[in-house]
């Protein structure tokens, strides 16, 4: 199978963007490159078929969004801002929940201090929720999870599943995972008492982020925090939140 040209690139880039305002940088065209091909592969198709298609098919072009979108992940990555959860922190919204493991971590440290707060956990990526509500994870992602808490609110698989884990029920079901466009679909309407945002903003242009910074926090409660990932930062947007340390802004 052939690279995309140039145009093809161009006009995968544009649907990516306006779909759900990722900025696809001449850079990642071999990451795009890569993910079509498999996609294209499978539907013995050439890439200006299949960029009619997914124009067409809202079906194919879910199918196209998770492909580009669709990040790795680890339970309790940048785990250092999870000292702003206590018991303030009643309601709670992972707006990029990826495969399951932010919110998952996050349920099991505020479990671990006797907290049980609802989180709404969203990503626009229809096969990462399917993972996230299965709850079933390689023992290679749950590295970093304190050993205490794996024996409190994981299980071990046994037989075919030797070597996964799955998280207890109390634990999902603590989690409302739902399929959520930062860009083009309107915020619950519910108020939170924190908000993370993390390790997506990173391939949004400047007028993208200000945009998904606006729209979520309309949903923050004054004094709630708005916590972004450590290779993010909202220095130069226009926002109505108060910077408390790297990653970590307060509405």
């Not at 299949?50 to 669709?70: G, N, P």
């Not at 130069?236 to 790297?246: A, Q, T, V």
């Amino acid at each position: 199978m052939k690279k995309i040209s140039n145009g093809q690139f161009k006009k995968f880039s544009a649907i990516v963007y306006n779909e759900c305002g990722i900025n696809l940088t001449e850079d990642k065209r071999e990451l795009l490159n890569t993910r079509v091909s498999k996609r294209l592969r499978n539907l013995v198709m050439e890439a200006d078929e299949y960029l009619s298609l997914i124009q067409k098919d809202q079906s194919e072009m879910k199918r196209f969004l998770d492909a580009v979108s669709t990040n790795h992940t680890f339970f309790f990555r940048e785990a250092k801002s999870f000292k702003y959860l206590d018991h303030n922190c009643n309601t709670i919204w992972c707006a990029a929940s990826s495969s399951g493991e932010e919110p998952y971590s996050i349920v099991t440290y505020c479990m671990d201090f006797g907290l049980r707060p609802s989180v709404l956990a969203t990503d626009i990526s229809e096969t990462c929720l399917a993972t996230a509500q299965r709850g079933i994870y390689s023992k290679e992602r749950i590295s970093d999870v304190p050993k205490h808490m794996l024996k409190s609110y994981f299980q071990k698989g046994h037989g075919k599943m030797d070597g996964y884990v799955r998280l207890k029920s109390e634990a999902r079901k603590l989690i409302d995972f739902k399929r959520f466009n930062l860009i083009k679909n309107d915020p619950p309407n519910k108020i939170f008492d924190i908000i993370f945002c993390r390790n997506v903003m990173i391939y949004f242009d400047r007028k993208t982020k200000e945009n998904v910074v606006s729209k979520l926090c309309r949903t923050l409660k004054p004094e709630g925090y708005f916590i972004i990932g450590g290779a993010e930062s909202l220095s130069g947007l226009n926002h109505s939140l108060n910077y408390i340390e790297p990653s970590v802004y307060r509405k």
